[in-house]
């Protein structure tokens, strides 16, 4: 599998010439005819899809155990119905790209319509592309993998919606951890072919996108105390229960599900909030989900011992391959992730 050098640095691209005027790297007047003729069937199935994954969580014995459970999930669910990660044609492209297991759909010219900035700047991005300045649509097609284009279309959408949200001094670096485990998660992801640097990404933000969310979401008094929780050494489960009566983890599940991630996404990301040891897992992709997310949060708390063999293995990632993503990730945790284009 190639890798970038180990001691890369994470361009940011320069996106100018005459796209200076751009308020961000998305075009979203060019799709706002399609977006507002589709919106009504996209909110019907936003709410099918939200509401036949909770469901089926809730059917899963170490969570219907819970009295709690059915409170906790529908109080997830509402937290992202309020906050709409992505708009429609984002989910169109995602739910394409990602939505089927096992599966990684190729992505066209007319489906990343609207996009080309964003195409740029991954493309032009040291670990997702190149690492050269890159203003071709075709050449960022031939550059960046299908499903990378897709996660990335997602991370930025959701890092939007957040620009507009109160108490960002409070969830800013909670957001820079969530986009530098997102860079752990695709160095992860990649190694294995039917899963992709693209679902790795989404594993890795989902971290701290839950959390994130929540404290943007809230008021300011709940995000101070969620803030000290966090400076007291609580764990973000703790925090999101005391503090907004939901689990982070829950809150990211659903992020995943809305923004057109099949429903193995879920499963495997919230597994490790309900059991790690034991995880609830039946498919195929659940566990590679599970897996990788696992091992995202070992490596970023630099506890590699906790990581089991079979999470390595379940995701491909041979001993060379461990050994450049733990190095990769020492050197991001020191300088940055560098994606600060992600939330133009």
Known sequence: MDSPDDDEKTATPEILDDDRVAPGLVDEADVQDSEDSNKDSF????????????????????VNSNPDATKLWLAAGEVVRD?????????????????????????????????RRLM???????????G??????RKALSLVPSDVIAAAAVVHAICRRLAKKPHERIWKPILDDALLRAQIGFRVGRQCESFGGGRGMLAGFAGRAGLTVLIAGGDLDSARKA?????????IKETGLLV??????????????????????????VSFAIDPDNPPLVSEEQKR????FQIVEFVRANEIARIPETSWEIVNCSDDDRSRIIDAAK?????????????A
Request: net charge negative; aromatic share 10%; hydrophobic share 45%.
């Open 43 to 62: 909110d019907i199935q936003l709410e099918q899809t939200l509401k036949e994954t909770e469901e089926a969580v809730l059917t899963l014995d170490q």
């Open 83 to 115: 906050f709409k990660p992505v708009p429609w044609f984002i989910w169109r492209l995602s739910n394409f790209v990602l939505g089927r297991a096992g599966h990684i759909g190729e992505v066209s010219e007319g489906l990343v319509f609207g996009l």
């Open 120 to 130: 740029f700047a991954v493309a032009s991005d040291s670990v997702l592309g190149s």
């Open 132 to 137: 050269e300045k890159v203003n071709s649509v």
């Open 227 to 235: 803030l000290e929780l966090l400076a007291t050494g609580k764990t």
């Open 244 to 269: 907004y009566k939901c689990d982070p983890l829950q809150v990211s599940a659903m992020l995943l599900t809305a923004s057109g991630i099949g429903r193995d996404a879920a499963f495997g990301t």
């Open 289 to 292: 989900w599970f897996a990788t």
């Open 331 to 343: 050197i991001a945790v020191r300088r940055g992730h560098g994606w600060h284009w992600m939330q």
